[in-house]
Structure formats: structure tokens, C-alpha cells
């Protein structure tokens, strides 16, 4: 269990920033606490990766979440888009599922003589990408610039995807029969990883209940329009991150660079997604400022699924995602919190 200190309000240190015209940090909790009442109405008993999907959301990162078949992970992701006035697609992952289905093609228009672009599942604010590894790698490999620069380059030329742009992915595990397993650089462009878990007793009897005439996603809709969403997003990175804060997350990247048990550490680009998840959290939360125990709570969920073990790690235990995880929380409370000045 992570024994660190908390840091209090006055030592990270009041933003000095003007609030985003049009919305504050309470009403901010407000409609984010309205977005998570509605998808707990589909999802029961799943409060933590119900929060992490909010996180990611507002902090617009990507979203891969990972688990056995049957436990919710695609309606987790329906129901977060539905909750929300953007646009939508979804794109089943199979082996014959080639790149231009994901991020369009050039047709030739005939009558006119020249060819025009007809874009791609990823021309939509949403995109839930079901059971991504069940792709061949050059079809994941589609989204790379897609995720990492909210474009598409298609013969040469280059088109901007909607304003804001997130991946909602979901996949079996490694292990199972017919998947591939994503390379480093596709997983290091989701912001975080989850798992769902299976209910306990009293949710699978309640889901038993309620799902034995209709599905529940039909009986929610959206709850936050796109541009109060994008309002969200704008006060989630103006939350204040103090100096000691940043030094805190980069000591806790360079710790899984240097740990024993991990052959491949985490990248600056985790470094940077974490202190936007950390915001992120620190705005549902109705703060201004960063809290370590932002970045500690996101840490496994934000890093893990970015590292290697060594095998002598993997000797140890079977499941990799419980070593990675074990790793990251030894890390995250052998890390101090150093000790910032108010800005």
C-alpha cells in the first residue's frame, strides 16, 4: 500500500489563472459526475474504470481496455460515447479488416476526372475500436498517426480528424486464440489501460435483472453536449502543476528506466500523459492544482502497459499485467515527494 504524504492545497500552490470563460471547476464535477451516473446506469459495480474512462476523456488521451471476453468492455465504451453529443463510429477489428477501412481511401471520380478522398471510420470524435488486436499489425499500425497527431495522410495528402479526437479500443487478452499482440508504439499512444474485472455477486444478479428484456444502452443518451465537453477539456489543462509535482512524475518514469525487473521503461510521452491524466483527475475532483496522490492513483493504470519485464520477472509469476503493476506501485512508493515552493 502507497504510504506517501499527501500534499496539501497550499504547498502545490494556487494556479493564478483565470477560470475558462463560461465554466468553473465545481460545475465541471457537476456535469462529470453526471456523465459517470450515466454509464454506471449500464455498468454496475465498475466505479474506478468508470472514473479512469472520464479521466482519459477529459484529459483527451486514448482509452485501450483489456480483459476477457463478456465482462463489458465494449458497452463501457458505447456507454461513454453515448453519453456524450459527439459524433460516433465503431470499427470491428478482424484479421481481413484492411487500413483504408480505418482511415479511408481515394476514389476515382469519373465524371469529373479526378479522385476524391472518402474518409475512414476515424472521422468521428468517438471512435470505439472493438477488439483491436484481432487486426494484423499493418492494419493497427493505421492508427498510429491518427492517435499521435489527430490526422490522416492518405496518398500524400493530409486530413484533420474532428476537434476533439479520442480512441476507445478494446482487447482480449494476449494469450487468447486469434490475436495479435499490439507493439510498443501503438501501446504507448493510449493514455491509459484498464481492465473491467467480473462483477460480484449482487451486480451480476441486479445485470440479470435489468438486461433480460432490452439492452440498458438504450434507455440512456447523451448528458454533456460536444462543446460543453470541449469547455471541460479547456479547464482540465489549465489545472496548475507545480514544478515539484512535474519533478515527482519524470523521478517515477526514471524509476521503471532504471528497475531491475523491467526491460523497457517508460517513454517521455508517458511522462507527458501522465501529468494530463493527473490533471484531469485533479478537475473531476473540483481542484485547480495537482495533487501527488493524482499522479499516484493514475500511475498503474498510465504506465503500466507501456513496460517490458525482464524474463527473470516473468519467471516468477504467469500473468504479465500483474508483474507490470507490482512494479509500478514498488516504484511509485520507493519514489519521495520532493518538497515544492508556491509558485
Known amino acids: 500500500m502507497n504510504t506517501l504524504p499527501t500534499k496539501q492545497p497550499t504547498d502545490a500552490a ?4 483565470d477560470a475558462e470563460p463560461g465554466m468553473t471547476h465545481e460545475e465541471l464535477r457537476a456535469e462529470a459526475e453526471r456523465v ?6 449500464v455498468i454496475d459495480g465498475k466505479h474506478d474504470a468508470v472514473q479512469v474512462a472520464l479521466t482519459v476523456l477529459l484529459a483527451e488521451g ?6 476477457v471476453p463478456g465482462v463489458g468492455k465494449t458497452m463501457l465504451a458505447k456507454a461513454l460515447a453515448k453519453s456524450v453529443d459527439c459524433s460516433v463510429s465503431r470499427v470491428q477489428f478482424t484479421p481481413d479488416l484492411l487500413p483504408s477501412d480505418v482511415t479511408g481511401v481515394s476514389v476515382y ?3 469529373e476526372r479526378r479522385f476524391e478522398f472518402k474518409p475512414g471510420a476515424v472521422f468521428a470524435n468517438i471512435v470505439i475500436g472493438d477488439e483491436i488486436n484481432r487486426a494484423s499489425p499493418k492494419t493497427q499500425s493505421a492508427l498510429l498517426e491518427c492517435m499521435e497527431e489527430r490526422q490522416v495522410t492518405v496518398d500524400g495528402s493530409t486530413y484533420p480528424l474532428p476537434d476533439p479526437f479520442i480512441v476507445i479500443a478494446t482487447q482480449n487478452p494476449v494469450e487468447m486464440e486469434g490475436t495479435y499482440e499490439l507493439p510498443e508504439a501503438q501501446r504507448d499512444r493510449f493514455m491509459a489501460r484498464i481492465a473491467m474485472g467480473y462483477p460480484d455477486e449482487q451486480a451480476e444478479i441486479e445485470m440479470l435483472t435489468g ?3 432490452s439492452s440498458p444502452l438504450s434507455r440512456i443518451g447523451a448528458v454533456v453536449t460536444s462543446d460543453r465537453l470541449r469547455q471541460m477539456m479547456a479547464l482540465a489543462r489549465r489545472v496548475f502543476a507545480s514544478e515539484a509535482l ?4 519524470v523521478a517515477i518514469a526514471h524509476g521503471t528506466r532504471d528497475d531491475p525487473d523491467l526491460r523497457l521503461g517508460a517513454s517521455p510521452r508517458a511522462t507527458l500523459q501522465l501529468v494530463r491524466a493527473a490533471k484531469a483527475r485533479a478537475a473531476l475532483a473540483g481542484r485547480d492544482f495537482v495533487l501527488p496522490d493524482d499522479v499516484d492513483a493514475l500511475a498503474v493504470p498510465v504506465l503500466a502497459h507501456r513496460l517490458l519485464p525482464t524474463s527473470r520477472a516473468m519467471g516468477q509469476h504467469h500473468e504479465r499485467a500483474a508483474v507490470l503493476a507490482d512494479a509500478v506501485t514498488r516504484i511509485v512508493a520507493a519514489t519521495p515527494v520532493p518538497v515544492g515552493q508556491q509558485k
Open 14 to 17: 494556487a494556479s493564478g489563472t
Open 36 to 41: 459517470a451516473s450515466n454509464i454506471e446506469a
Open 62 to 67: 486514448h482509452l485501450l481496455i483489456e480483459d
Open 109 to 111: 471520380n469519373q465524371p
Open 211 to 213: 438486461r433480460d428484456t
Open 246 to 249: 512535474k519533478q515527482y512524475a
